[in-house]
């Protein structure tokens, strides 16, 4: 099974200022169709995952785009260029690359300092 | 809008049975398949089962194989988790989770708690 390692696991941030999580796999995520199938989540408190960024780098509709999703092979970053207070909560990587099983990071809380 | 409500959660004995439902509206079940993810309160999201598409092809991880079976009623656009031999460790909320068309989830249900005791 691949696993997903994410740093940190606690992430305490400044309002205006910028945020990143780092998200890494024990196994490269190029599938063989050439894609890497990595994706991330916001959990808000008391909500459930909502996605935000697929395909590393793919932002879904809606989502600001103060949010950023990059990296390749193993290694993995979603930035906060700017965190506002509704951005607090957790965020988890998974990897959809190789399965079953899909596999998702530790989670990075995020909280305003 | 693409929406999934579960329900079926409560509690339930070590060794007993529970069918979580998971109703979908806004889309087919024809053309997505549909994940099971759980996740201890206050802890990590981990997978559990997924049905594909053709309603055939299912998948699950090894904790609950053989103990949880995945399935659908098309004509109720619903997706089943029969739970059977419960332990304390599968205590956890149950969310469904759409899948899109081999990306991975991207849609979330608001979630089912179940729990697991004597």
Known sequence: DIVMTQSPLSLPVTLGQPASISCRSSQSLVHSDGNTYLTWFQQRPGQSPRRLIYKVSNRDSGVPDRFTGSGSGTDFTLKISRVEAEDVGVYYCLQGTQWPPWTFGQGTKVEIQ | ?118
């Not at chain 2, 004509?75 to 909320?93: F, I, P, W």
């Not at chain 2, 068309?101 to 708690?113: K, S």
């Open chain 2, 1 to 118: 809008q693409v929406q999934m409500v579960e329900s079926g959660g409560g509690v339930v004995q070590p060794g007993g049975s529970l069918r979580l439902s998971c109703a979908a509206s806004g889309f087919t079940l024809f053309n997505f398949g549909m994940h099971w993810v759980r996740q201890v309160p206050g802890k990590g999201l981990e997978w559990v089962a997924v049905i594909w598409s053709d309603g055939n092809l299912k998948h699950y991880t090894d904790s609950v194989k053989g103990r949880f079976t995945v399935s659908r009623d098309i004509s109720k656009n619903t997706v089943y988790l029969q739970m059977d031999s419960l332990r304390v460790e599968d205590t956890a909320v149950y969310y469904c989770a759409r899948e899109q068309l081999g990306v991975g989830p991207d849609y979330w249900g608001q979630g089912t708690l179940v729990t697991v005791s004597s």
